[in-house]
C-alpha cells in the first residue's frame, strides 16, 4: 500500500502494534455482497505507535511520540461527541473506526489518523504491547464502569469468557472494586489459569455446575453484575440464569445470540445492556491504569508477513490472549 499523506489537522502514524480482534474474523466471513468496504481493505482497529508526520494546522503532537489511537471515529460535531462518547455519535453512518468501516485500519507500516482528538500520549508504555488497550482494555473498562457503584463488600462479578477482553475486565474489577469478588467462566482450563493469574478469585468451568456454584457462593440471591464477553446462546442463558435482583447484565460479545426477556428471567429488575466500546475520556483511563501497572495485557507478537497465520490461530481458540500485527520491529 502507498504511505498516506496527511492532510489539514490529518497525523501519519508509523505503526507499532496492530490487535487482531474477533471482530476481524466477522468482516473476514461477510459474504462480499454485503460488504460495507471496498478491496483492497487494511484490517485493524486497535492501533498504536509513533508520531511520523503531523499534517498542516496539526498541534499537540512532535514526530517520535508514542501515542494510542481512539478507534471509533465520529463526527465530531454532536452533543456526544464534544463529550468525548464518539462511540455513540449521533450522525447516521457514524462512528466509522479505521479497520473496520470504509477506511483503512493499521495492519501496515503506515496509519492515517484523522484528528489529533484521537491520539493519546502513551508515556513510557510500548506501543506493541499497548495496542490492544484501545479496544479489548477499552472495550472492557466501559463495561465495568457502569457497574461499578453495584460492586460493594460483599458483593459478586461473574466474567464469562476468559479471552482477551475476560482477562482485561477481571483486572480491571480488580482495580476499580478490590471488595468484590470476581468469578471468571470459560471452557478452557488453560484460559481459567490465566484468569487466575489475572486476579480472579474463582474459576468454573461453564455449565450447570458454575451455576450452581454461584448460586451457593451468594446465598442463592445471584451476582450483582455478570458480564458476557461470548454472547451465545449457551453463555446468555448461564448470565441469566446467575443474575440479580437489581443487578446488572451486560453482553459485550459478538455471539450474536439473543437473550430471552421476560418477567422470570432475568432477575425482577436486572438492567441488561449491549454497550460499544468506550468513550475518550475512558481511554485516556485505561491508559492511567495500565502506566501505573494495574492493568497489562497478555500479548504475542507477530510480523506482519504473519498477520494470516494470526487470525487462523484466533479463529481456532490457540491465542491465549491477544495476538498483536508489529509491522515496525
Not at 42 to 51: D, F, I, K, Y
Request: proline content about 8%; hydrophobic content about 40%; aromatic content about 4%.
Amino acid at each position: 500500500m502507498p504511505v498516506p499523506e496527511p492532510g489539514p489537522g490529518e497525523v501519519l502514524l508509523k505503526v507499532g502494534g496492530a490487535g487482531a480482534c474477533h471482530s476481524d474474523l466477522h468482516l473476514l466471513e461477510v459474504p462480499a455482497g454485503a460488504r460495507s468496504f471496498t478491496l483492497p481493505f487494511t484490517l485493524g482497529h486497535e492501533n498504536a505507535g509513533w508520531v511520523e508526520t503531523m499534517g498542516p494546522g496539526a498541534t499537540g503532537f512532535e514526530p517520535g511520540d508514542p501515542v494510542i489511537v481512539y478507534g471509533p471515529w465520529g463526527c465530531g460535531l454532536c452533543m456526544n461527541c464534544r463529550q468525548g462518547i464518539e462511540n455513540y455519535c449521533q450522525t447516521p453512518g457514524k462512528p466509522s473506526p479505521g479497520g473496520l468501516g470504509g477506511t483503512d485500519g493499521g495492519m501496515a507500516e503506515y496509519l492515517l489518523v484523522p484528528s489529533t482528538r484521537y491520539l493519546i500520549p502513551l508515556g513510557s508504555l510500548d506501543p506493541r504491547e499497548a495496542a490492544p488497550l484501545t479496544d479489548a482494555g477499552l472495550t472492557s473498562y466501559h463495561a465495568v464502569k457502569r457497574s461499578v457503584h453495584l460492586l460493594g463488600p460483599g458483593s459478586t462479578a461473574v466474567v464469562i469468557g476468559a479471552g482477551g477482553l475476560g482477562q482485561m475486565a477481571i483486572q480491571v474489577l480488580k482495580a476499580l472494586s478490590s471488595a468484590t469478588t470476581v468469578v471468571a467462566i470459560d471452557t478452557s482450563a488453560d484460559k481459567l489459569k490465566i484468569a487466575n493469574t489475572m486476579g480472579a478469585d474463582e474459576e468454573l468451568v461453564s455449565g450447570d455446575d458454575a451455576v450452581k456454584q454461584i448460586k451457593d457462593m451468594t446465598h442463592g440471591q445471584g451476582a450483582e453484575v455478570v458480564l458476557d464477553f461470548v454472547g451465545i446462546n449457551p453463555t446468555l442463558t448461564m448470565a441469566a440464569q446467575v443474575s440479580r435482583m437489581l443487578g446488572h447484565l451486560t453482553i459485550v460479545g459478538l455471539g450474536n445470540a439473543a437473550l430471552p426477556v421476560n418477567f422470570n428471567s432475568p432477575a425482577k429488575e436486572c438492567s441488561v445492556a449491549s454497550p460499544f466500546w468506550g468513550s475518550i475520556p475512558e481511554l485516556i483511563d485505561v491508559i492511567a491504569l495500565a502506566q501505573a501497572g494495574k492493568i497489562k495485557m497478555l500479548v504475542e507478537h507477530f510480523p506482519l508477513d504473519s498477520a494470516a497465520e494470526a487470525y487462523r490461530l484466533l479463529h481456532d481458540g490457540k491465542i491465549a490472549g491477544r495476538a498483536v500485527i508489529t509491522p515496525n520491529d
